[in-house]
């Protein structure tokens, strides 16, 4: 009897194997992307409401700039001892589960303490140290849930997830400030950051009852195709149990995949952190509406472009997809930073909404840059590599509403905000010389 169950259980491997995916690749997925909403949600629930934070709290630009990027740092400096602790200690599966808990808690405090601005920006660091435990431990789990050949579409469904949580968080904010329930005495705007915490409470139940960090942990195969290299990189030695550590100190791929990665990203910050507020700022939009169209604008296409991105990518190339978005990112940022130059006098709003649309299109394709974590490299270091690559791109985007606040100030223009933006995109693009679709350790 035992050996029939065991050939019942090797066959339902094999056909995974064959499929690139077991059925419960799907349920983790789902998960993980809820998971990832939530992380997003957090990041965007203050760029919407910039306009409403200045006013009410009388902020500089310059100060709202590090409340929000306050979020940006904690994310940034813990994405290598989050993924390094997830591969190590605690899987992914308690992980995630620690960073959502330190999400819940962290967006109550800040509720009830937004109008004391060093507790609020301490409060705001801690809820992106919480973040920083989602999207890096889960990359090379999922890798482990799904084939090679479905890697760029597995990340690119997950991504949409993301792309949700931002608009969820742009359009929903101004209404959550403006109206509805107000709670333990707090005002209407603490109250309207309380009720953003509510989501990062039903996550946090839901993944440790679903996620599990690797196949293996209940009797299955991991389907992340691992093996040795097929190549040697430099002259290292085919090794694919190389730490993180020898990996760090003796490659310099892990540079340029960071390089690459963060034209993406800190594009998207300068871009999009003060975009509610210039189109408030040029064309008299009202704050609800301002936020409604800056939210479908940056979330509507992702989730179309996302999954059909990591599709393609798996079937025409990965490097040719990432040179290509990131080429169209930097054309569609300079067209930005002109129209913020002419302004509203010679640029109609349908025109500009219209070229936001097409650059959330391009730079969302930021998925594909995930799967070389752990095609260049062995999934074991995924975790870790993925942190630094996402440490450094992060960095960047924490000094993008700093720096965009400072130039407002003293500028009163938002042209060299969106000029930094294209510069990203610039760095981001020469360095994708150095992608290879193999690994190189």
Avoid at 135 to 163: D, E, H, K
Avoid at 212 to 217: C, G, N, T
Avoid at 407 to 414: F, P
Wanted: net charge positive; glycine share 10%.
């Amino acid at each position: 009897m035992e050996s029939i169950v065991a050939s019942v259980h090797e066959d339902g491997v094999e056909n995974a194997v064959r499929r690139g995916f077991y059925p419960m690749s799907w349920a983790i997925l789902a998960v993980s992307w809820l998971t990832y909403f939530v992380d997003m949600f957090m990041r965007y629930n203050i760029p919407s409401v910039m306009p409403a934070l200045r006013a009410e709290y009388h902020w500089s630009a310059t100060t709202v700039g590090w409340v929000d990027s306050a979020y940006i740092w904690g994310y940034a400096v813990t994405q290598v001892p989050w993924g390094y602790v997830s591969e190590r200690w605690l899987g992914a599966r308690w992980t995630v589960t620690m960073g959502i808990a330190l999400i819940a808690l962290a967006s109550s405090a800040f509720a009830f303490h937004i109008e004391n601005l060093t507790l609020a920006i301490i409060a705001r660091a801690v809820i992106g140290v919480g973040a920083a435990a989602v999207w890096v431990p889960l990359n090379p789990s999922l890798a482990r849930w799904f084939a090679p050949r479905l890697r760029a579409t597995q990340t690119g469904i997950m991504a949409t997830g993301g792309a949700l949580g931002l608009g969820a968080g742009g359009a929903l904010m101004p209404m959550l400030i403006a109206g509805g329930a107000t709670w333990f005495g707090l005002s209407q705007m603490q109250s309207g950051f309380l009720h953003s915490a509510i989501p990062a409470l039903i996550v946090m139940v839901l993944v440790p009852l679903v996620i599990r960090s690797r196949p293996e942990d209940i009797g299955l195969r991991s389907l992340d195709g691992s093996g040795p290299a097929p190549r040697a990189s430099r002259g290292m030695p085919n090794a694919d149990g190389l730490s993180f550590g020898r990996i760090m100190r003796r490659s310099f791929y892990p540079y340029a995949l960071a390089s690459v990665y963060a034209g993406y990203q800190a594009c998207k910050y300068f871009v999009w952190t003060w975009y509610v507020a210039w189109l408030v700022h040029e064309y008299g939009t009202n704050l609800r509406d301002a936020g409604i169209l800056w939210a479908l604008s940056a979330t509507l296409p992702a989730i179309v472009c996302q999954p059909l991105s990591g599709f393609v990518s798996d079937r025409l190339g990965h490097i040719r997809a990432v040179r290509f978005s990131l080429s169209v990112v930097l054309l569609l940022t300079l067209c930005i930073t002109l129209v913020a130059f002419l302004g509203k006098n010679v640029v109609p709003l349908p025109f500009a909404l219209s070229l936001a649309v097409v650059f959330t299109v391009f730079v969302d394709m930021w998925v594909l840059v995930w799967p070389f974590t752990t095609i260049m490299f062995p999934t074991s270091a995924g975790g870790p590599i993925g942190g630094a690559m996402n440490t450094y791109a992060q960095l960047l985007g924490a000094l993008a509403p700093i720096v965009s606040g400072l130039l407002i100030d003293v500028t009163h223009s938002y042209v060299p905000v969106f000029a930094c933006g294209a510069l990203c995109a610039a760095m981001g693009l020469l360095s994708t010389v150095w992608l290879r679709d193999h690994r190189v350790v």
